[in-house]
Structures are given as structure tokens and as C-alpha cells.
């Protein structure tokens, strides 16, 4: 059963559910300042996620100093608003729209010191419109407003101390970051430079009389850092294996012969050619497959070389073993290093005292005729190669096929 509703001669506490407040600007501007100061800046950096350091400790006591003083504030305003004939009511928080979080506690003290400063404008433009009937509410709202001034008194020079260290700071690790950068590509640059001129030094031909012995040109090369910054990939794989070299005791190839040395042209074939346990070591780690396969075939050509020819027959006696016709051009265009080394070694051979193929037509009618020597022929087939030998392209077999060919029908 339901009491009919009875009119009373009371006033009723009732909350204006219409727009009825923002036609008047006091209570519009109070509404604006309590929300401003219960959702104040000071305490949205405690209620965020700043980027905090230690250094920050005074600054941030200095924000809850002022956050006490708000939360005072916002009790004296809702006062005044009662006082009014409303309700406080805080609205949403005046900043939403803004991005605060991640920021630095100086940056977001400069954001508190600025809206500091726009709430004493406002406290200033309300007190200059305000009821003279109501003196009250007046000497309340003049309080906050001088208790506002001496915040920001107080906090201006904490945030001015606090951003210059920021900014100190910042300074400092730019300019560790500039000099660290500086000093890494001064180093990368000494580093190409100093690759430069050992690649440099290492193509230059040794000066006449001036070659220094391998055991003392080598330990220099071999010391050179494999790893150094600025090098390329060719470089450092010769320096690695240059170095491997150095460890095993192994001679560089390429380096200076020692001044005491005769020349090649003077000397025996056999004086010449190295020793098989002077040759480099087919099974040094590093190496290609390309340089292990040519090393093997050195040390079988150097354990199948024929005799040495008797140091005390004359080099002029000796009849020549292949005709200069019979040879191949060790300067014949399109032909590899390794092919021209190989003709100017048989050419020199032929004229150190190999014998001879045959008779020359300039002998006289009346010399003997030299006895038939079945060794030349074994010889030429030696020196013109083996085409079965592992790791060659099939134009060069075919060449050793047939220069052996043509050796044979001779």
C-alpha cells in the first residue's frame, strides 16, 4: 500500500540535475578551481609513472608539500560552494587529454609550476568579481589564493635547480657518446691506414742489397693483429695464416732470399730447386684445397726430379736438351702466372745442361755421333707435366695431353 506524497513547509536538499549552474559564472569558475585543485598536477606525477632518478628526492618532496596544500584547498573551496547553495562535485581530470607518463620529475615540475600559475590567474580574475554582500567566502578564497603565491615561491627554484641538473646531465653523456664515437673512428681509421701500408709494404719489391732474411722480415708480418678493425676479409685471413705460419716455424712465401745467394741463371738445377723438407707443408692448417693440392704436387715433383748434372762440366760443354723452338713462349698472352713461372723454369733448365734431343745440323761431317740417350725424352715428359695431376681445369689437361703427344712422336 503506498502513502501519498505529503507537501511540507521544509526546504529540500536536492542536487540541480539541469544546466542551471553554468549560467552563473562564480559558481561555473568554483566548480573549474575545485576540480583543478582536488585532481591537482603536483599530485598526478604520485598517481603517474615518471622516469625517476636519485637525484630527484627534492624535488619530489617539494610536490607532496604542495599536494597537502591542494587537498586543503579543495575543502575550503567546497565550502564555499556550499555556502552557495550547491554540492561539490569534482569533475574529470583538467589534464586527460595530455600524454604525462614516462616523462622525467623536472619536466613534469616545469608542467606542476605552469599550472601553479594559471590557478593564481583565475583565483585573481574570481576575487575581482566577487559579491561584496558575501566578504566571507571573499577572505577564504584571497587565503588560497596567497597560499598559492607562496607555493609557487617555493617551488619555482627546486624545479629551476632540477631541470639545469637534467640538462647537465644530458649535456654530459652527449658529450661521452661524441667522444667515445670520436675515439673509435680515429682508431678505425689508424687501423685501415696501418692495413694500408702493410699491404702496400708487402707488394713493394725488396730494394738490391738491401733484402733483409726471411727469419727476420717474417716475425714483423706475422705480428700483425688478424682481428684489427677496418681490415677486409682478405687481409685478415692472409695475416691469420701468416701468423699460423710464424707458430709452426714455416718460411713466407715471397720472402726476400738472402744477399749471399748466386744467381739462378749460374747455378745448378738442381742447386736451384728447393729440397723437398724446404718446401711448404702441404698439411698447414688454413691453407686453401687449392694451395694443399699444389704443395703435394711440389713435394712429388721434388722426390721424381732426376740427378743433378755434375757441378764440374761446364755450362757452355752442355748441349742444350730442348731446341728454343721445341719450348713454349713463357710470354704468350692469356696464360696464368703459375704457366709462365713454369715455361721460364724449362727454358732455364734447357740451358743449364739438360741433354741434348738431337744432333745439330752445324756439326761438322766427320765428328762421331753421340751415342742415343733414352733420358731426354723421360725428361722433357717430366718437365712438360702429368695431365692425370688432381685439381686441374680440363683445358689445361688437355694441353699436357697434347704437348706429351708431340714430346713421344719426337
Do not use: C
Not at 62 to 68: G, I
Not at 203 to 217: I, L, Q, S
Not at 367 to 378: C, F, G, L, R, S
Amino acid at each position: 500500500m503506498s502513502v501519498p506524497f505529503a507537501p511540507t513547509d521544509s526546504p529540500i536538499d536536492a542536487v540541480h540535475l539541469t544546466s542551471a549552474v553554468s549560467h552563473d559564472a562564480i559558481r561555473a569558475r568554483l566548480d573549474a578551481l575545485l576540480t583543478r585543485t582536488f585532481y591537482s598536477g603536483a599530485g598526478y606525477v604520485f598517481e603517474s609513472d615518471p622516469h625517476v632518478v636519485a637525484e630527484d628526492d627534492a624535488l619530489l618532496q617539494a610536490f607532496a608539500t604542495v599536494r597537502e596544500g591542494d587537498r586543503r584547498h579543495s575543502h575550503l573551496l567546497g565550502t564555499v560552494i556550499q555556502n552557495r547553495g550547491g554540492v561539490p562535485q569534482p569533475g574529470v581530470f583538467p589534464w586527460w587529454d595530455l600524454d604525462l607518463n614516462y616523462l622525467t620529475v623536472p619536466t613534469l615540475g616545469r608542467f606542476v609550476l605552469d599550472s601553479m600559475r594559471e590557478e593564481i590567474g583565475l583565483y585573481e580574475q574570481l576575487l575581482a568579481v566577487w559579491p561584496v554582500n558575501d566578504p566571507s567566502s571573499k577572505a577564504t578564497l584571497a587565503w588560497i589564493h596567497s597560499d598559492k603565491v607562496h607555493q609557487v615561491a617555493d617551488l619555482a627554484p627546486v624545479v629551476a635547480e632540477a631541470i639545469a641538473r637534467e640538462a647537465a646531465t644530458n649535456k654530459s653523456a652527449i658529450e661521452a657518446v661524441k667522444k667515445a664515437r670520436t675515439a673509435r673512428l680515429a682508431k678505425e681509421k689508424a687501423a685501415a691506414e696501418a692495413a694500408k701500408k702493410a699491404k702496400a709494404a708487402g707488394a713493394a719489391k725488396p730494394v738490391a742489397g738491401a733484402a733483409k732474411p726471411a727469419a727476420v722480415a717474417a716475425p714483423s708480418a706475422a705480428n700483425l693483429d688478424p682481428n684489427e678493425p677496418g681490415i677486409s676479409k682478405k687481409e685478415k685471413g692472409r695475416r691469420a695464416v701468416m701468423r699460423l705460419r710464424a707458430q709452426h716455424g714455416i718460411a713466407t712465401p715471397g720472402a726476400p732470399a738472402p744477399a749471399a745467394a748466386a744467381p739462378a741463371a749460374a747455378a745448378p738445377v738442381a742447386a736451384a730447386a728447393p729440397a723437398g723438407a724446404d718446401l711448404p707443408d702441404p698439411n698447414e692448417p688454413g691453407i686453401s684445397p687449392k694451395e694443399k693440392a699444389r704443395r703435394q704436387m711440389l713435394k712429388m715433383r721434388a722426390a721424381s726430379a732426376p740427378a743433378a748434372a755434375p757441378a764440374a762440366a761446364p755450362v757452355a760443354a752442355a748441349p742444350p736438351a730442348v731446341a728454343a723452338a721445341e719450348l713454349l713462349d713463357p710470354n704468350e698472352a692469356g696464360i696464368s702466372p703459375k704457366e709462365k713461372a713454369k715455361r721460364q723454369m724449362l727454358k732455364m733448365r734447357a740451358a743449364a745442361g739438360a741433354p741434348a734431343v738431337a744432333v745439330p745440323a752445324s756439326a761438322p761431317a766427320d765428328a762421331p755421333t753421340p751415342p742415343p740417350v733414352a733420358a731426354p725424352v723421360a725428361a722433357v715428359l717430366e718437365d712438360l707435366g702429368d695431365p692425370d695431376e688432381p685439381g686441374l681445369s680440363p683445358k689445361e689437361k688437355a694441353r699436357r695431353k697434347v704437348a706429351r703427344m708431340r714430346a713421344q712422336q719426337k
